[in-house]
């Protein structure tokens, strides 16, 4: 169960992630993340020391959340084992990608694309909660392609950890242009690429 602790300070980041997937890290001042949050200042930063603690805990609630929705779609080593085939499993992770990037709804964008560049030259600590999630994301895809490997749904010469980086770079540079473009040509084009690679035996 939550302590008040804990319920108060996830507000606070739910509060400023709303506004961050929009305009940036940024280009959101403190001010409208205590707005957004309803809370004074004084509150902030009891559970905060900083704007730049408060990205880094943010990008570290948001990789948390993210990694237990992928297990949940993937469903790696599950009791009792999954009766969906790895393949099906990883397609829908990836329809699912094709579809929350190609909406017009900011707060279901990902984070990473929105920020990484961002955070990346002006944070190391965010820069760094954020490279740590994208490899905890890789390590679950590789785990998942395995899998697919073992249970027949996949073919038995890809290798799971370099497949897994391939297609998480693929599907971040098409988000990425989809979103340049406002068009989702590259995330359709992501999709037959990722069909292709994980073709059935």
Avoid at 106 to 121: G, I, N, T
Wanted: one cysteine or more.
């Amino acid at each position: 169960m939550r302590t008040t602790y804990d319920t108060t300070k996830r507000h606070i980041l739910d509060a400023g992630q709303k506004i961050i997937a929009v305009k940036g890290f940024s280009g959101v001042g403190l001010s409208e993340i205590l707005s957004a949050a309803a809370i004074p200042k004084g509150s902030f930063y009891h559970y905060f020391g900083s704007k730049e603690q408060y990205g880094r805990a943010l990008m570290e609630q948001y990789v948390d959340d993210y990694l237990q929705a992928l297990d949940q779609v993937l469903q790696i080593g599950a009791r009792p084992p999954a009766a969906e085939p790895a393949r099906e499993r990883l397609l829908r992770y990836w329809s699912n990608w094709r579809e929350t990037q190609a909406g017009g709804e900011a707060m279901d964008k990902c984070l990473v694309v929105k920020l990484s560049a961002e955070v990346a030259d002006l944070s190391d600590d965010m820069r760094l909660a954020l490279c740590a999630g994208t490899q905890q994301v890789m390590a679950r895809l590789a785990d998942c392609i395995a899998e697919g490997i073992a249970d027949g749904s996949l073919q038995v010469g890809l290798e799971p950890q370099k497949t897994a980086q391939m297609l998480y770079q693929l599907w971040l540079g098409a988000s990425l242009l989809a979103k340049l473009q406002r068009d989702r040509s590259p995330l359709e084009n992501a999709m037959e690429i990722t069909l292709s690679v994980l073709a059935s035996p």
